[in-house]
Antibody, heavy 120, light 107 residues
């Protein structure tokens, strides 16, 4: 069964850091691009960051550029999101998502999400 | 960054209706567009990729068309399970931006 399991969310104060992880199983992880997508309560979807199969292509939303870093470890079938200088507006449910291909086509498999709350 | 604009933001329709949702890109994205359905409390579900390719397992009443800057998602005959929020997402250029969503409601 193809599966993505996120972890690492929680309650954190503004200005602090958090690292999200996504463990993949059931597919050949190193053949696919991956994405982090967030959804603030009652709001729409935002693609926070994306990474190609070999980490050769990486992109970030303007809202997180310079603060968040995406990475992957293909040997461990894992995707990461290092989030620094967190802001109240980063509060959201963060999804890990697998792409259909090695670049960007569409996210066909999603995790259940990990909740990040930034509050003092 | 590429801005994606969906219309309408809300759509009221009845079971059996044919509905169309439009997504416009601020610059050409060729055919690098996907459509998703999301229900409350659930992760999005991929419907269409590369503007018009139907994802495996998605009912054939869903179809996508368009290229360049204007795209449409059509549901040929609405079923009760289709009432949800729909999003487009471009994959032409990082960051892979979403539209703001279209909520499809029961009339």
């Amino acid at each position: 069964e193809v599966q993505l399991v996120e972890s690492g969310g929680g309650l954190v104060q503004p200005g602090r850091s958090l690292r999200l992880s996504c463990e993949a199983s059931g597919f050949t992880f190193d053949e696919y691009a991956m994405h982090w997508v967030r959804q603030a309560p009652g709001k729409g979807l935002e693609c926070v960051s994306s990474i190609s199969w070999n980490s050769g292509g990486i992109g970030y939303a303007d809202s997180v550029k310079g603060r968040f870093t995406i990475s992957r470890d293909n040997a461990k079938n894992s995707l990461y999101l290092q989030m620094n200088s967190l802001r109240v507006e980063d509060t959201a449910l963060y999804y890990c998502a697998k792409d259909l291909g090695s670049g960007g086509y569409g996210a066909d498999v999603w995790g259940q999400g990990t909740k990040v709350t930034v509050s003092s | 960054d590429i801005q994606m604009t969906q219309s309408p933001s809300t759509l009221s329709a009845s079971v059996g209706d044919r509905v169309t949702i439009t997504c416009r890109a601020s610059q050409s994205i060729n055919s690098w567009l996907a459509w998703y359905q999301q229900k409350p409390g659930k992760a999005p579900n991929l419907l269409i990729y590369k503007a018009s390719s139907l994802e495996s397992g998605v009912p054939s009443r869903f179809s996508g068309s368009g290229s360049g800057t204007e795209f449409t998602l059509t549901i040929s005959s609405l079923q009760p399970d289709d009432f949800a929020t729909y999003y487009c997402q471009q994959f032409n250029t990082y960051p892979y931006s979403f539209g703001q969503g279209t909520k499809l409601e029961i009339k």
